[in-house]
């Protein structure tokens, strides 16, 4: 994540340990993440921890040297909290 290929050894576990402090430690109201339409594990991690569907938007992306169709979420300070367990 991050634009780092394998940055994680368990990206979701990375993603909710991100989360959690994004909301608990440093008290946003809301995350955006986006993931560009071929990746459908993105899609999965993203769509696990309750991320709603925003837009679909082109973006550059350094990996294909071009611009590729990215969708992207938002997730709400509310929504994490209720459901914090999902690693």
Known sequence: WGGVPSAAPNPTEAVGAL???AFETDGFAYL???HFQDNPASERIIAKFGFIPQASIERDSAARGAKAQCQTYRLDRAVAL???DRT
């Open 19 to 21: 989360i959690q402090h």
């Open 32 to 34: 955006t993440a986006g």
């Open 82 to 84: 209720a459901g914090s």
